[in-house]
């Protein structure tokens, strides 16, 4: 999912590091911080070659998407402003595949 995927991933995936620069630019929005109102979000993967300012040909097109079926949460809770218990949730649609308490 190039809207999560980390630049590692992209990178494995074959794509140079000045697109996924641009990646990172885009998803973050104008602020440059990722997880607030203004990301950007790709609703297609043909605007991955808008964003690409080269010729080339973006390799492994086929791999990409741009939604996902499994997501992975990492939460921190926090108790009257003291950092309390964590949790790492992996979910599928809605069934709860992973679940740990750190």
Known sequence: NINTAL???LKVLGLDDNLITLIGKFR???DSKEGTADDGVFKSTGE???LNES???I???NMFTVSSKIFSLQIETTVL???AMRYNIVMEKKKIRHWAEM
């Open 7 to 9: 630049p590692a991933v």
């Open 55 to 57: 010729s080339k040909v």
């Open 28 to 30: 973050a929005g104008y």
């Open 48 to 50: 991955l070659s808008s």
């Open 59 to 61: 390799p492994n097109m």
């Open 81 to 83: 402003g003291k950092p």
